[in-house]
């Protein structure tokens, strides 16, 4: 037989028998008890903390599942083969040979800069990466191009005719010319046959900033452009059947890498379109932040509710146990209502979820032009998966005293283990929610920071918290503090429920410090990165400036409205040896190292540290009469170098043997001109040496670089303005995105807060009507909430801004690579924030209190 528990509602939802339950008879009755809870509301909080959490993370787990497959699916067409062998000089014949006795169809290009020349009456120069492509290119994927700029634009069937260029739009735009006239390339004129609309090969080198031009490369020879020592980048496109081109690869890598061949590289699938690769990479570092503290607030507010679900169990639970229920029969039931909520939950925020990431597509728009294809079933599973971990990990463990509580509670209220149960069963939730946000982060250091900034804010802020009530308390007992009635008794109230006030707090904190760093994610971070690429970041690059040319062009510039130009020296050395050992491509590992040995570096001469450099080990030079060395930091972790290593260049013959005595951690995203090595004057200045600035022209007076050029042929131009506005509409999407998945994490927090208040206030309840049965009056009742609300807020707000800013620090410097520095606002923001909180959810919870009789309290709490 059954029967129900007289008392609370919360009493009522849970069924007793003092018969065992068969498998069948556990389901029922645990349907039974779900089905009541809910009726109570004892599910609510729970229910949608894990719908956001799930949604959260499934949303960029659909968005991240999409773009892997049209990554693995356009791979081939991002790289217009199967295969590439890279060269600075042309190709051996042996791998086209090879490839033909394979059976495979091949194609080359040859990508080099060059200066292009309209042929009106005003002839305009401008700089354009030119490539030069054989018939059957591209080998996968198609090339687009259009009869005019703004037409409908179609597959190229073929490459450009003799005597015909294709060029990009930003081209016709700086020559000032249409489709139809004709542009001198080198010593030839050529007709401008149509505009490139689609050319997913391009690549992300320096030289691809410059606009496009395309021509057959039989005509190259007649432009007399490709001569001895000209920067020629040349590519053997290979395509056919999978098992050819792995016979072709292992060919390749042979003669590559056994054979030691200098100065060329292989590329495969993986290496396709590595600029969409990085942009995106960067943005999924901002989403799966806010995702993961997203779910990181969803577990706060799920342990928060259970703990409270908990607590208004135990009469029920003790009273089944005084009518026959094994605790194995209780662990039974509740393991099955919640895996049932977990399921359902997870499957409501995986529908939440994938409505979320159609709006992730939008916001991110042209950064992803491509039709991607349908999302397979694991972020689904993956999802639901994420909810159970949740449930089960942060709901059960506190359920787990209900299963222990004694039946002598019935008379006595005695919890019996139960309260020391909880908080061991808390390490449990905390170290399957870590190892959850690992994996739902994708990289070890992301989802270790924010688990470990988590796991370790728990265990710091718990501390704390007992700390400061237990020293608190003792100090407003003190009889050499006149403190009022309100903060004595509050503060002795809250060390006399010691656990749960630092759980409270805990919360409470753990809730604000994620709302905190995500408001420096949408502030500060987005700012570094903002800053890192400023709308006026420069957007043209003069090189080739002879020294006695210095004077002249910083005064053309300056009377064409771009003063305070700064022209840096530029001379060219390579890297010969390393603490007296010598170096060569094979003395590394990497292909990065290798390259970067196998050429000459740009070496440069100053006094003074850029302004957009920083230290980031050693000290920069004071002596500037001996030869020293400043290495960017990037280079130095390539080439295995610190702090008094002895590097040797080798500079137009003659040798420098200089210390590395600083390592700089430079802005490249600045666009400011910038040297791998820097060293003093006097170690340089004697070299010959040619000059390189680069400055914001606004749009108006692109003609500026007109006069330049045809005053000073020689220069080279270099217009950076297609991709740094590139970069700018990609910040605009990714900080949308963030702003999208924000108002889920907004969401989770408000639960947060609300449950981390509402889990002491039956206790508040009983206690206020306890102090207003016993003759305080309203405004004494009302001096101790208020000084209770504002000591708990004051608390979580400060350990929550503290931590907010340490984790944000290490989030901007070892992922997002910015640099943040301290924000004196944040303190007082985060103690402010914490003390409205907690005022307003505590004055929300006893409102009622002051307004009923004190017995009608007493019987409802």
């Known amino acids: 037989m059954s029967d129900t528990v007289r008392g609370s509602t919360a009493h009522r939802a849970l069924p007793v028998t003092t018969r065992r339950f068969g498998g069948m008879d556990l389901v029922r009755q645990s349907i039974r008890m779900t089905s009541r809870d809910w009726r109570a509301g004892e599910l609510t909080m729970l229910l949608l903390a894990l719908v956001l959490a799930v949604a959260a993370l499934s949303s960029v787990g659909f968005l991240a599942d999409r773009l892997h497959q049209g990554l693995e699916r356009d791979a081939r067409r991002m790289i217009a083969a199967d295969f590439i062998v890279r060269a600075d000089h042309p190709v051996d014949p042996q791998f086209a040979a090879q490839a033909k006795a394979l059976g495979l169809k091949t194609a080359s290009t040859a990508i080099f800069p060059s200066m292009i020349n309209s042929t009106g009456t005003q002839p305009v120069s401008r700089l354009a990466a030119i490539k030069a492509v054989s018939p059957g290119y591209p080998l996968r994927g198609a090339l687009r191009i259009a009869p005019a700029p703004g037409a409908a634009d179609h597959p190229a069937q073929s490459i450009p005719p003799p005597g015909v260029v294709w060029v990009d739009q930003a081209l016709l735009d700086a020559l000032k010319v249409r489709v139809g006239d004709r542009v001198k390339v080198g010593g030839r004129d050529f007709m401008i046959g149509a505009v490139i609309t689609r050319e997913l090969d391009r690549g992300f080198s320096f030289v691809n900033f410059s606009p496009r031009l395309m021509l057959r490369a039989d005509d190259v020879p007649s432009t007399g452009l490709v001569t001895y020592g000209s920067r020629v980048t040349y590519r053997l496109l290979v395509a056919g059947t999978d ?65 409270r679900y908990m607590r208004r169990h135990l009469d029920g639970c003790a009273a089944m146990r005084c009518l026959g229920a094994s605790q194995s029969t209780l662990r039974a039931l509740f393991t099955l209502e919640f895996v049932g909520l977990g399921l359902i939950g997870g499957a409501l925020g995986v529908a939440l979820g994938f409505l979320g990431h159609l709006a992730l597509l939008t916001w991110l728009g042209s950064l992803i032009d491509v039709v991607l294809p349908y999302p397979t079933a694991w972020p689904a599973l993956e999802g639901i998966a994420a909810g159970l971990v949740l449930l089960l990990g942060f709901a059960l463990p506190p359920l787990l005293p209900l299963t222990r509580v004694p039946p002598v509670r019935v008379l006595r209220r005695e919890w019996g283990e139960a309260g020391r149960t909880a908080w061991a069963a808390y390490a449990l939730g905390i170290a399957l929610f870590a190892a959850l946000l690992i994996i739902a982060a994708g990289e070890l250091k992301l989802g270790g920071i924010v688990a470990g900034g988590f796991a370790g804010g728990m265990l710091v802020f718990a501390c704390i918290a007992r700390l400061a009530l237990w020293g608190a308390a003792r100090v407003v007992r003190s009889e050499r503090v006149n403190a009022s009635i309100g903060w004595r008794y509050a503060l002795a109230s809250l060390e006399r429920r010691s656990s749960a006030s630092a759980l409270q707090i805990t919360a409470l904190g753990i809730g604000l410090m994620c709302l905190l760093l995500i408001a420096m994610t949408r502030n500060d971070l987005v700012a570094g990165w903002r800053k890192s690429t400023p709308p006026d970041a420069p957007n043209e690059f003069i090189i080739d400036i002879q020294p006695d040319q210095r004077d002249a062009v910083t005064q053309y510039l300056s009377t064409h409205g771009v003063p305070g130009t700064v022209l840096a020296p530029m001379v060219r050395g390579r890297l010969t040896a390393i603490n007296g050992k010598p170096v060569n491509p094979d003395s590394f590992k990497g292909d990065d190292a290798k390259r970067l040995v196998d050429r000459e570096f740009n070496l440069s001469y100053t006094t003074e540290l850029p302004d957009d450099n920083r230290l980031a080990a050693g000290t920069w030079y004071g002596d500037t009469t001996t030869p020293q060395i400043s290495i960017e930091q990037g280079l130095a972790k390539l080439i295995n170098v610190k702090p008094g290593d002895m590097l040797r260049f080798d500079v137009t013959g003659l040798q420098i043997d200089a210390p590395v005595t600083s390592v700089r951690k430079l802005d490249w995203g600045s666009f400011k001109v910038n040297f791998f090595v820097l060293m003093p004057p006097a170690a340089l200045q004697d070299f010959p040496a040619t000059f390189i600035t680069s400055f914001h022209l606004p749009q108006e007076k692109q003609s500026t670089i007109d006069g330049l050029i045809a005053a000073y042929p020689n220069l080279t131009a270099i217009d950076t303005g297609p991709i740094l506005a590139q970069v700018q509409r990609v910040l605009q999407q990714v900080i949308g995105a963030v702003q999208f998945l924000f108002a889920f994490t907004l969401a989770a927090g408000v639960l947060v807060l609300y449950a981390a208040l509402a889990g002491t206030r039956d206790e508040r309840m009983r206690e206020s009507a306890l102090l207003r049965a016993l003759g305080a009056s309203h405004r004494q009742v009302r001096a101790v909430q208020v000084a209770e609300f504002v000591a708990v ?31 004196p606002w944040l303190l007082p923001a985060g103690i402010a924030a914490g003390i409205a909180c907690a005022g307003v959810g505590g004055w929300l919870s006893l409102r009622h209190v002051l307004a009923r009789p004190a017995l009608q309290s007493l019987r409802d709490a």
């Open 243 to 307: 098992e050819s081109v792995a016979r072709f690869a292992q060919f390749a890598h042979e003669r590559v890498d056994g054979g030691k061949m200098r100065g060329v590289a292989l590329e495969s699938l993986q290496d396709g379109q590595p600029q969409v690769r990085q942009t995106l990479d960067r943005a999924s570092h901002f989403l799966t932040l806010v995702s993961l503290l997203t779910a990181l607030l969803a577990a706060v507010a799920i342990a928060m509710a259970a703990h």
């Open 793 to 823: 807020g004051a608390l979580a707000g400060l350990m929550a801004a503290a931590g907010a800013q340490a984790i944000g620090y290490v989030l901007a410097t070892r992922v997002f690579e910015f640099y943040l520095s301290f924000n």
